[in-house]
């Protein structure tokens, strides 16, 4: 059976009614002709230069005809998510969000979803930082902060709005943090750009592979530049990501490698601690307010931020989420105590 595009173009070349009508009163004339005297050799060469012509337009035609068939089959855009602004190869400056030389981020970077037709899939891979991957339809799978997924889109374009990406510059965020004489000006390159590559797979078979780069300018705001791509052996990020494990894992023994952490402690401890978190972020500037703070049950992922004087202590941790930060990125505390008898204290935050 015809595929549609091809279907569609043969009935756009098929002879109309009318059409074959003229057809068979012109071959009746021809022949009539045939029984007269032969044409003279000058004729019969016009009358195939006419032929081949009409058959050069026919083929003409028939191959523009195709390539614009799958030029709308195969149409793709991206746009800043929640506005009507386009991603192109010119580059655009993103206005939704911002991150401040004060370390503190307002709004979202950089969000986008695709516009298009027929995709059945993209696979996308990012160089330096994380993705996430949100559909407000419910139909497919989350992602968080990950190097690498595909996302199935399907026939029904008019999901694909719903079909979010976002750029989770967390190393940057960590760098800024933790160095508080930093500015953006003073990042490398790798904390300053970043690449989102998407290899495109359409319903036809057809594929093609775009890129999105990215850059934070000195005054924090995003340009963003969407072009074609050709990935090469040096994108070990498309052709080998680093995946994030599925399990924590394993500790060395003279690690700090707790068990049964929400079992340890009772709802008044905890409460206990979590008052102490909010106090600690009570004194946080008002751009940076706090505006959830969750018990955290497995510490012994966050080990790496214990010190080794507190590896014997009781533990409760935190993940609290800055306004502008929320829901993407956490901050984490540690609150300890030597045993049941002393108090609860802080002996460490961060990103």
Known sequence: MLS???????????PTAQQKERMLLEIKKRSIED???????KRRRGGWVKYLTAAVLVVILSVFTLSYINEEDTAFALYVYNTGTELTSSGVEIATGIINDNHSMRGELVQFNVKGNNINSIRFSIQNQYMDFTDWTETRSNYSMEKQFTVVYGSHASEYSSLVV?????????ALNSHPDRTIASLNEQLRTDRIVMEITY?????ATKALDMAIQEDGKIFAKLRDYVVTE????????????????KLPDNRY???NDHAKYSKIEIDAAAKLAQEYYAKFPEDRQIVKISYT?????????IQDEYKAWQIITFDAYEKSM????????FIAREDATKEWTVINEGY
Do not use: M
């Open 4 to 14: 549609d595009p091809i279907n569609r173009l043969f009935k756009s070349l098929t």
């Open 35 to 41: 029984q007269k005297p032969a044409f003279s050799h």
């Open 166 to 174: 976002n750029w989770n510059p967390k190393l940057t965020i960590q």
């Open 203 to 207: 319903s036809t078979g057809t594929k």
């Open 234 to 249: 040096k994108d070990q990020f498309v052709l080998n990501p680093q995946v994030k494990p599925t399990e924590p894992a």
């Open 257 to 259: 490698e707790p068990s």
């Open 297 to 305: 049950e497995n510490v012994q992922l966050l080990s790496s931020y």
């Open 326 to 333: 929320y829901p993407n990125t956490a901050r984490h505390i």
